[in-house]
C-alpha cells in the first residue's frame, strides 16, 4: 500500500530553517505529483507547496513564497520542503501527499503520510 513517511520537525528559532523529507513506497514515484500540506493547532490544514512528477513545476501558497522551496529526488523516492526564515506563524503538523496530477495534489490528494510537526519560536 501507499506509505509516505514525513521527517525533519523539530524546534527552532525564528528565523531559522528546518529540511522536511518525505519518502514515498507503494507508487511508481516518478509519475506522481507531490505536495505538503500543514495544519496549525484550531485551523483547517492547508496547502503549502507542490511539485510535479518531473519538477518542472512548482506552486506555493502566498505565505511562503521566497522561503520556502519544494524539490524532488525521483531516484531516493523523496520530496523536500526546505524551510528558511521560519516565522511563528509557521507553526503546524507539516503533512505530506501524493496524487497523479499537478492539479488534484494542490486540491484533495489522495494519499496522505502522519506528519511531522514544526514548531518556530518566537
Known amino acids: 500500500q501507499v506509505q509516505l513517511v514525513e521527517s525533519g520537525g523539530g524546534l527552532v528559532q525564528a528565523g531559522g530553517s528546518l529540511k522536511l523529507s518525505c519518502a514515498a513506497s507503494g507508487i511508481t514515484f516518478s509519475i506522481n505529483a507531490m505536495g505538503w500540506f500543514r495544519q496549525a493547532p484550531g485551523k483547517e490544514r492547508e496547502f503549502v507547496a507542490a511539485i510535479s512528477r518531473s519538477g518542472d513545476m512548482t506552486n506555493y501558497v502566498d505565505s511562503v513564497k521566497g522561503r520556502f522551496s519544494i524539490s524532488r529526488d525521483n531516484a531516493k523516492n523523496t520530496v523536500y520542503l526546505q524551510m528558511n526564515a521560519l516565522k511563528p506563524e509557521d507553526t503546524a503538523t507539516y503533512y505530506c501527499?501524493?496524487?497523479?496530477?499537478?492539479?488534484?495534489?494542490?486540491?484533495?490528494?489522495?494519499?496522505w503520510g502522519k506528519g511531522t510537526l514544526v514548531i518556530v519560536s518566537s
Open positions: 501527499a501524493t496524487d497523479r496530477t499537478f492539479y488534484q495534489i494542490q486540491t484533495r490528494p489522495k494519499y
